[in-house]
């Protein structure tokens, strides 16, 4: 009598563990990111992206019958940081894998521990290129794929003689490099190339050599946020009305900018108005999730997103998460998200589709021309 | 003639800024350091402004009203104890600028905001185009000036004002409330720099650090005029002039020192700065 009723509940018990078909332990996925510091401002739009990643793979089934589970750690945007987010995550909460969008300075500083942990990591910035580690894989661009599709269009707009403003800092001066030789090896000239501090808020005299110089076009590569802001307003109260590719601005800080923003062009992996079934039910799955918290998707949140995809991919091609065999996988694998096809298949780094955008007068970004596969040229000749 | 009204405007830009500075500087003695957080205030007046649908020429009045309240508040409960300890109000008023950058950043968030351009465009002048916005920022820094010369040398208040600059135990012997006159100045000094906030706006970013930037060139330009506004307009355009011609002809980068560096410079030789009072 009472025998029938265990059964019951024991299968009671087993049918609602086939439901979930996620029996084993959680795969964690370590997710080391700016929480607090410079990157604060973009870092909740790529925690969200990674968040409906973990979430449509569990309510898919997981990885190998196993659910993904996110650890989050604040990096601080800076190496002291990283290195107590990325030990803590390695050693206490012992991650499978890291995913994660950061600075090159706590990429930097975390290196060392991912390592010596022997931890699979997939950085999922934009960045100044030539990182190599058998550990560490990229999906997103670098200068070699950036640079290039903005100085062509603007060639072909007859432009031919151009001036280069930045923040004097390792980014804005190693894109301004790359953009100076880029202009030089296909016929064009840089008539003037100016910097300013990070912290610096008087571009006058930056402008007015600017105006002086005669240049055809402008391509500026500030640091993110104020001083890109600052540099604009200044420019349209000048009344700079040059083609003027920003190699720094977002989506988002374009949008808000408005009238200011106004023609600006913008090289990106990533833009929200790319035409795509994937990009459609992506924006639109976010928008579910989130809803009045929704940050609005951007080059750093959706190579996050699809990095989680590429782990899954490996592993179910390792069919194990041990770190060598989904090294292996890693190179191989891809995956179709909202950006086209990924695949980190050249030295590590991902040959990725570059859109060049323009701002509307309304704040909105229009695809002016799309350049499919650009390859990340040679960053890591020994992988 | 870009240049010379890259220079002008340049020292107009930083009068704007370091009036506020100056003001309590002269008559209190006290270095406000919260003054890049009362410029930042003054910005977000007209963020607010922007989010409700008004005028942005509104943000200068709600700027100033806003700045000179949180003065009163300020100069009653943390600056009046410390007037006989001068340097420990520069640590109580640095104090006070990081917590309201931190209110500023939890209310608004970190994130770069936005407000309208109040006169967008350029005008053609003698031949070259140039911003309107910055010609605009000359004038309303002459305005500014003319008007407090007005205020210090035409009113009773003035009158009082410089009673206590020149000697306050005796100014009030002869009956003068100093207390109230003190408060008054700080009230006009905080205003003056939630002015000059909504005034930068169209020329920078608005962001909870973005005072901080603004500080040391006008805690410079101060310390070289000491307490008269001609010695701050002078400073203005000697060093707002040196950082423009630096910049354009060696660097930009060498520009950005440029006030600070001839500061040092001006104050060792003459350590009373262009100050004959």
Not at chain 1, 293 to 311: F, G, H, I, K, W
Not at chain 2, 62 to 69: D, E
Not at chain 2, 195 to 224: C, E, H, I, Q, R
Request: with cysteine; proline share 4%; aromatic share 8%.
């Amino acid at each position: 009598m009472k025998i029938p009723k265990i059964i019951s509940l024991v299968t009671g018990v087993m049918l609602a563990g086939t439901a979930m078909a996620q029996d084993g332990e959680p795969i964690k996925i370590g997710v080391p990111v700016g929480l607090s510091g410079a990157n604060s401002v973009v870092a909740p739009s790529v925690v969200q992206a990674a968040e409906l990643a973990v979430d449509e793979i569990n309510a898919a089934g997981g990885v190998l019958g196993r659910p993904l589970e996110l650890v989050i750690a604040d990096d601080g945007s800076g190496a002291v940081g990283a290195q107590k987010a990325f030990d803590s995550l390695v050693y206490r909460d012992e991650v499978d894998v890291l995913i994660s969008m950061e600075t090159s300075a706590a990429r930097n500083a975390g290196m060392p521990i991912v390592t010596r942990g022997q931890v699979p990591y997939i950085y999922t910035s934009f960045y100044e290129g030539k990182a190599c580690s058998p550990y560490l894989f990229v999906n997103a661009w670098v200068p070699e794929q950036q640079v290039p599709p903005v100085v062509d269009y603007l060639m072909s707009e007859e432009s031919k003689t151009y001036f280069l403003v930045g923040s004097d800092y390792a980014f804005g001066r190693g894109m301004l490099e790359f953009a100076r030789n880029y202009i030089e090896a296909t016929g064009g000239e840089v008539v003037g190339e100016e910097y300013l501090p990070m912290d610096g808020t008087d571009w006058t005299s930056i402008i007015s050599q600017l105006k002086s110089s005669g240049a055809d076009a402008l391509i500026t590569s500030t640091a993110g946020g104020a001083p890109n802001v600052t540099l604009t307003k200044q420019l349209r109260g000048a009344g700079v009305d040059l083609p003027y590719a920003n190699l720094a601005v977002d989506e988002g800080t374009a949008k808000n900018m408005g009238a200011d923003a106004k023609d600006i062009l913008i090289s990106a992996s990533y833009i929200t108005g790319i035409d795509s079934e994937e990009n459609r039910a992506f924006l639109a799955a976010m928008a579910e999730k989130f809803g009045d918290e929704l940050r609005t998707p951007n080059d750093l949140s959706v190579p996050q997103y699809e990095a989680v995809y590429l782990y899954k991919a490996a592993v179910e091609k390792a069919g194990t998460t041990d770190t060598r065999a989904v090294l292996d996988a890693l190179k191989d694998v891809s995956f179709a998200g909202p950006r086209g096809v990924i695949s980190m298949s050249k030295q590590h780094h991902a040959p990725l589709t570059m859109y060049l955008g323009k701002v509307m007068a309304d704040g909105s970004v229009e695809v002016v021309d799309a350049f499919e596969a650009v390859d990340p040229g040679n960053q890591c000749p020994n992988l | 003639m870009t240049l010379i009204l890259d220079m002008l405007t340049s020292a107009a830009i930083l009068f704007i800024v370091a009036t506020g500075l100056l003001t309590i500087f002269g008559v209190l003695k006290i270095i406000n350091f919260a003054h890049g957080a009362w410029l930042t205030v003054g910005a977000y007046c007209a963020v607010a402004t922007a989010h409700m649908g008004l005028n942005p020429w509104l943000a200068l009045p709600l700027a100033f009203a806003a700045g000179a309240v949180l003065g009163l508040l300020t100069e009653r409960f943390i600056v009046r104890p410390l007037y006989s300890r001068p340097l420990d109000a520069i640590l109580a008023t640095w104090g006070l600028g990081i917590v309201i950058g931190q209110l500023i950043t939890l209310w608004f968030g970190r994130d770069v905001q936005f407000t309208a351009n109040l006169i967008p465009g350029t005008v053609d002048l003698l031949g070259t185009t140039y911003s309107a916005y910055r010609l605009f920022a000359l004038v309303a820094a002459i305005a500014l000036g003319l008007g407090f010369s007005y205020l210090m040398e035409g009113t009773r208040l003035g009158l009082s004002a410089r009673a206590v600059i020149m000697n306050e135990t005796l100014a009030r012997a002869l009956g003068l409330d100093t207390a109230k006159i003190r408060t008054v100045t700080f009230m006009i000094g905080t205003g003056l720099a939630g002015l000059a906030g909504v005034l930068l706006t169209p020329l920078t970013s608005t962001d909870p650090t973005m005072g901080v930037a603004w500080l040391v060139g006008s805690f410079m330009l101060v310390m070289v005029a000491g307490q008269s506004f001609g010695a701050l307009a002078l400073a203005c355009l000697l060093l707002g002039g040196a950082q423009v011609i630096v910049s354009t002809y060696v660097s930009p980068i060498l520009g950005g020192i440029t006030v600070a560096v001839l500061a040092a410079i001006i104050l060792r030789i003459s350590p009373k700065g262009f100050s004959r009072a």
